[in-house]
């Protein structure tokens, strides 16, 4: 991998692949934006039961909770810039498929559904895969650089740019966002075809390994690696609380601060200036404190913005803590990934990051109904604050993380032993 010198700091040049790599990952974010905003608006056409309008964005979580773990394992058996092109191919034509059906006036509810589910569960590899491909073209000391391209990329194309693109598809169509998404898949999947690289060396599998087999040394491999472990609960909590938050928050804008929708899409946008903001301070957050120290910093700043939130009635106040919120998990997301790729033994990448994206997935819908109860118990602010003492939880968790640590990966799993963290 080549490298730039960036004011005095090596960063990751854009040719030799990852600026493929970039180009496909933010496209085909814009385009999943186009499709996940439009299709809610296509249910509520189509039904207006809450429950069927409700399982539309349900079938978005349950394959990582039913296969989140085999997608790490089978990206870590094959080459995942295959796996992601030939993923993103099936994905395209799945699409493709689907805005025909809406331009013929064919769409269903159970079609949303099965729509949903399928591309979720191809999501599952796909994104497994990318977590273990980057590693192969970019230096393992470029990689916090790296994760912040990748993720402030995505959040501008996905957060800011493709909303206001929606209402002008559908004016000429109900089908054309979803067109426009079946075409970003093939563009990412032709990028990323294009590719050129080499597989990383992997260790011959063992007469007989299974797949499940493999999932469990994957695990095992995070349970033994102190930090890993501790990254992984806290962000679990961290899920809980943001699921909390969100699934309440347009009741916290419109009804306990009385902000309307206004107020509602102000804080929104908030949301995703601040994580476009923390996708360009992540990395000198990183340099100057380490990155489980980045994300202690990370935590507690979420924390205190949470209390912002939760306890003063007044719009301004909520922007301010809804800014901070985006900003700061931007930073915590990208020296997580980071410190993933950098202590997972390279062929077991694919597996550590799928068990934190299970966990991931698994604390949003958990804290959604958190949120539910606690604000119909106590009060409409109740979820800011619940989300809180979650987060609070999650940074005291990783404080013991913060100490050098090598982890050690049991031989019999076929691992190597990582680098200390610098």
């Known amino acids: 991998m080549t490298t730039v010198e960036d004011a005095g700091r090596a960063a990751p040049a854009w040719r030799g692949g990852f600026g493929r790599l970039w180009t496909a990952a933010v496209v085909s974010r814009f385009g999943d934006a186009l499709r996940t905003s439009a299709l809610p608006l296509l249910a509520v056409r189509l039904t207006d039961e809450p429950l069927a309008v409700a399982s539309v964005t349900a079938c978005g979580y349950v394959p990582w909770l039913l296969f989140g773990l085999l997608g790490g394992a089978v990206a870590d058996r094959v080459d995942q810039r295959r796996a992601m092109w030939a993923v993103d191919t099936v994905r395209g034509l799945l699409v493709a498929g689907f805005a025909l059906a809406v331009g013929l006036g064919h769409a269903s509810i159970p079609l949303l559904l099965t729509l949903a589910f399928a591309l979720t569960t191809l999501q599952t590899l796909f994104d497994n895969a990318s977590t273990a491909l980057l590693p192969s073209l970019v230096d393992r000391d470029r990689l916090g650089g790296a994760n912040a391209r990748l993720m402030t990329g995505q959040q501008l194309a996905g957060g800011l740019l493709a909303g206001p693109f929606v209402p002008v598809l559908l004016t000429v169509g109900a089908f054309m ?202 009060g409409l602010n109740w979820p800011a604050l619940s989300a809180a003492v979650l987060f609070a939880l999650a940074v005291t968790s990783l404080i013991p993380a913060g100490k050098p640590d090598v982890p050690v990966v049991a031989s019999d799993d076929g691992a190597t032993t990582a680098h200390v963290r610098r």
């Open 177 to 378: 966002p979803f067109a426009a998404d079946a075409g970003t898949y093939l563009v990412a999947a032709a990028l990323v075809a294009s590719l050129r690289i080499r597989p990383p060396e992997r260790a011959p599998r063992q007469a007989g390994s299974t797949l499940r087999a493999e999932i469990g040394a994957g695990l095992r491999a995070l349970w033994r690696d102190r930090t890993l472990r501790a990254v992984c609960v806290a962000t679990l909590l961290c899920n809980i609380g943001m699921g909390a938050l969100i699934a309440t928050l347009v009741l916290h804008v419109t009804r306990w601060l009385g902000a309307g929708n206004a107020g509602y899409a102000a804080a929104m946008t908030a949301y995703a200036a601040g994580s476009l903001l923390g996708g360009l301070v992540a990395q000198r957050i990183a340099r100057r404190t380490g990155r489980v120290r980045a994300l202690l910093v990370a935590g507690g700043v979420q924390t205190s913005s949470l209390v912002l939130v939760g306890t003063v009635r007044n719009l301004g106040a909520l922007l301010v803590g809804m800014l901070l919120l985006g900003a700061m998990n931007m930073v915590w997301n990208v020296n997580q990934v980071t410190l993933m790729q950098r202590r997972s033994p390279a062929a077991m990448v694919g597996r550590i990051a799928s068990a934190f994206r299970t966990a991931s997935t698994s604390g949003a819908p958990l804290g959604a109904l958190l949120g539910g109860v606690v604000a119909r118990g106590y």
